[in-house]
């Protein structure tokens, strides 16, 4: 028991020193445990909103319309075999409207959308001749055109496609080909007397979807032109808007692309792995969620409890107050609760307001409890404004993500200067007086 009590009682200062050193990395413990509740919470928000953004229509690709042409490929050994000729048109336009619109279920959210499309454009009777192919090898009442769509559940209104005027019908399904797996059909049958013809379509689609809307620029000459009541966007994808604008309501965006900025031509045989490899388009950004806020606080998370040692330290050196072991475990528990607390507090009323009760019962419950320790109104109210100003700090540095680092630096190195200039006179080699100094 003597031994003990002289432990914890009559302790040398380089002794002292240790114990809080350990408690203080004994809280990476806590703080780890911290850390994967938020990766829970923020596994599960996910597992939810994908759920939700299928049943809306999800991330929507939009591929073509490409026209098909079947046809038969003489094969030595195995007979007669089907392959296509892929077709891009000469003249590719979209313009559209994006509307967008918060879902909720339960604590979780989504950004969703309804898109209303105009796409007009022109194909051109493609010339086979340059693919060394004969016009007897292909399957000219078997063309057709097709139109990729990566969510069939997200159209919301009937296609009526138009050929030279012509409404043509529409096939609810997509033939075997090497390119398009999902989306619509319309046949086309062609004759090779056609020859140099064109053929002009246009159709509108609406379509619903969730976070982005992307297109390939499919055309000889392609031109996209989107707006949207929703200002924060991120343009993705392999080309920027050549025209955007930040308008009062939204967002407006044109983008102007030619066949020789990809790698792919106009028209080829088979299987084309560069078709898809390059796309525009946009995102729909929600402001950053809470769990990535809270994440990025608990990264301080040991930054504050240790300059909280380090000043409740240099108060009990300075002052000659003791401070038992058990007490700075305590503020360091009601530290790492701030996080919980925050975590908790901002799936139901958002990140801002979250961070502000916590961080006033924090700040609160330790400055009372500072009071039971130090005896002194001036010592607890410096801890108070200590504490509020580690707060106000960490909240700064949070919502300027790429000042981060420098705020951070910054800030450790005015908190050094400030504890070698209050230590500047402590003798720390007289390890007896230390001792004489925290048992008074």
């Known amino acids: 028991m003597e031994t003990m009590q002289n432990f914890f009682g009559k302790k040398t200062l380089t002794t002292k020193i240790v114990i809080v050193v350990v408690l203080t990395l004994l809280m990476l413990i806590p703080i780890g445990m911290v850390k994967s509740l938020i990766k829970e919470r923020e596994g599960n928000k996910i597992a939810e909103q994908t759920e939700m953004s299928d049943r809306w229509g999800g991330r929507q690709l939009l591929t073509g319309p490409v026209l098909v042409l079947p046809y038969k490929q003489s094969l030595v050994e195995k007979g007669t075999g089907a392959n296509f000729i892929y077709c891009l048109p000469e003249e590719y336009n979209v313009t559209g409207e994006i509307k967008p619109e918060e879902r909720t279920r339960g604590i979780q959210k989504i950004l969703s959308y309804q898109s209303a499309m105009h796409f007009d454009g022109k194909f051109i009777f493609p010339d086979y001749t340059k693919l060394n192919i004969n016009e007897s090898q292909i399957l000219w009442d078997e063309a057709y055109i ?89 343009y993705t994808g392999d080309y920027v808007p050549t025209e955007k604008a930040d308008i009062k309501d939204g967002i407006d965006a044109q983008w102007n692309v030619f066949d020789y900025n990809r790698s792919y031509t106009q028209m080829w045989v088979g299987k084309n792995d560069s078709f898809g490899s390059t796309k525009l388009g946009l995102d729909l950004l929600l402001p950053v969620d809470h769990y990535q806020k809270t994440m990025r606080a608990v990264k301080y998370a040991i930054m504050f409890i240790a300059l ?118 402590i003798d720390w080699y007289k390890d007896g007086e230390g001792a004489e100094a925290l048992s008074d």
């Open 146 to 234: 097709v139109m990729g769509i990566s969510n069939l559940q997200g159209v919301k209104n009937k296609i009526v496609f138009n050929l030279n005027g012509h409404p043509q019908e529409i096939l609810p399904s997509v033939p075997d080909n090497d390119l398009i797996k999902s989306g619509v059909m319309v046949k086309m049958p062609l004759s090779p007397a056609d020859m140099g013809k064109s053929y002009n379509f246009d159709f509108d689609l609406v379509l619903n979807g969730t976070d982005g809307l992307h297109f390939l620029p499919i055309g000889k000459q392609t031109n996209v032109h989107l707006n949207s009541t929703w200002k924060s966007v991120a």
């Open 308 to 425: 909280t040692f380090l000043v409740f330290f240099m108060v009990e050196l300075l002052s000659k107050r003791r401070i038992h072991p058990v007490q700075y475990l305590l503020v360091s528990f009601a530290l790492v609760l701030f996080y919980s607390l925050l975590l908790a507090l901002s799936e139901h009323i958002g990140f801002d307001w979250s961070y502000l009760v916590s961080a006033v019962a924090i700040v609160t419950l330790i400055t009372a409890y500072s009071y039971s320790i130090f005896k002194s109104k001036k010592q607890t109210v410096f801890m108070g404004l200590f504490l509020s100003g580690l707060y106000i700090f960490l909240y700064v540095v949070i919502q300027l993500e790429d000042m981060a680092l420098l705020l951070g630096s910054i800030g450790l190195f005015i908190a050094l200067a400030i504890v070698m200039f209050v230590s500047r006179k």
